[in-house]
């Protein structure tokens, strides 16, 4: 079992910057995936960035390249997402979540979900 924990999300304005941190526990955590979805009222989840076990390759969603960016600290088993330059439309709850093997993209094959942290963003 795994257990995610995140923390960091708040209000801001938009232009602002955030980082989520997202704390794991339970299994070996550089042999997992980990990555960050989001869903905002009334939309599907979103997979917004991805990371492989030992960091090499990356996932970002089209609406936030050069804007977020992912990394992960396997020595703290942790997982951070770099947010800046937000949008009201990065307005959501974002999840963490954590997969044995490499990153996919559809929530489905995802194995463990944190339980979320809201991010709003005001314009």
């Known amino acids: 079992q795994v257990q995610l924990v995140e923390s960091g999300g708040g209000l801001l304005q938009a232009g602002g910057s955030l980082r989520l941190s997202c704390a794991a526990s339970g299994r070996t955590f550089s042999n997992s995936a980990m990555g960050w979805f989001r869903q905002a009222p009334g939309k599907e989840r979103e997979c917004v960035s991805a990371?492989?076990?030992?960091?090499?390759?990356?996932y970002y969603a089209d609406s936030v390249k050069g804007r977020f960016a992912i990394s992960r600290d396997n020595a703290k088993n942790t997982v951070y997402l770099q947010m800046n330059s937000l949008k009201p439309e990065d307005t959501a709850v974002y999840y963490c979540?954590?997969?044995?093997?490499?990153?996919?993209?559809?929530?489905?094959?995802?194995?463990?979900w944190g339980q979320g942290t809201q991010v709003t963003v005001s314009s």
């Open positions: 990371i492989n076990g030992r960091g090499g390759s990356r």
């Open positions: 979540v954590a997969r044995p093997g490499v990153f996919a993209t559809p929530p489905q094959l995802w194995d463990y």
